[in-house]
């Protein structure tokens, strides 16, 4: 398997415009996370699904983030409109439910610049 | 509010010298305690899984320690390749993990 892949890898936008990050997870997978990665937070979960189902939200910064996963081997992260302080690296990640010890696969992320 | 911390933010060491990476948690209920290694312009990877206290786990030269309070990564004879960002998460419900700041981690040879 190719692992989590991620499109685009680097995207700069300018304030103001529709962004839209890309995630296939690992097939087999029936969980999938979103992450927002800055020098100031950390590593913060944003969005996670179970079978297409978005489950928690709780940590999606605002009206202005989205995400829908409309099946199995695909999932979109919208933010409209975008801002600077968005500016971080947006890490999808899949699990598998029958996994002994929980491991999260992480893709190689996709590094957000607003200008 | 569950919280993670991490210490000490970096540590350099020399090839050969042993040391620990400590991660202390305040969380309303563990349901696991995870280590990833981050290395620069990659997404984390997973290192371990650990699920009570007194558990112990290995992977080369690493070994992570849980205790109801915190866990350790001991790392035994560091070579450079083992530079990178070491990384804290507690699993609280559901799938939910909140990740530490990190250990940033400089092995010179």
């Known amino acids: 398997d190719a692992g989590v892949i991620q499109s685009p890898r680097h995207e700069v936008t300018e304030m103001g415009q529709e962004v839209t990050l890309r995630c296939k997870p690992i097939s087999g997978h029936d969980y999938l996370f979103w992450y927002r990665q800055t020098m100031m937070r950390g590593l913060e979960l944003l969005i996670y699904f179970n079978n297409n189902v978005p489950i928690d939200d709780s940590g999606m910064p605002e009206d202005r983030f989205s995400a829908k996963m409309p099946n199995a081997s695909f999932s979109t992260l919208k933010i409209q409109p975008s801002e600077p302080r968005d500016s971080a690296v947006y890490f999808c990640?899949?699990?598998?439910?029958?996994?002994?010890?929980?491991?999260?696969?992480f893709g190689p992320g996709t590094r957000l610049t607003v200008l | 509010e569950d919280q993670v911390t991490q210490s000490p933010e970096a540590l350099r060491l020399q090839e050969g010298e042993s040391s620990s990476l400590n991660c202390s948690y305040t969380v309303s209920g563990l349901r696991g305690l995870f280590w990833y290694r981050q290395d620069p312009g990659k997404g984390p990877e997973f290192l371990f899984t650990l699920y009570s206290a007194g558990e112990e786990k290995e992977k080369e030269r690493l070994k992570a320690t849980l205790t109801k309070k915190e866990s350790f990564l001991h790392i035994t004879a560091p070579k450079p390749e083992d530079s990178a960002t070491y990384l804290c998460?507690?699993?609280?419900?559901?799938?939910?993990?909140?990740f530490g700041a990190g250990t940033i981690l400089r092995v010179k040879s």
């Open positions: 998460a507690v699993q609280v419900y559901g799938n939910k993990l909140v």
């Open positions: 990640a899949s699990s598998w439910e029958g996994a002994f010890n929980n491991e999260q696969f």
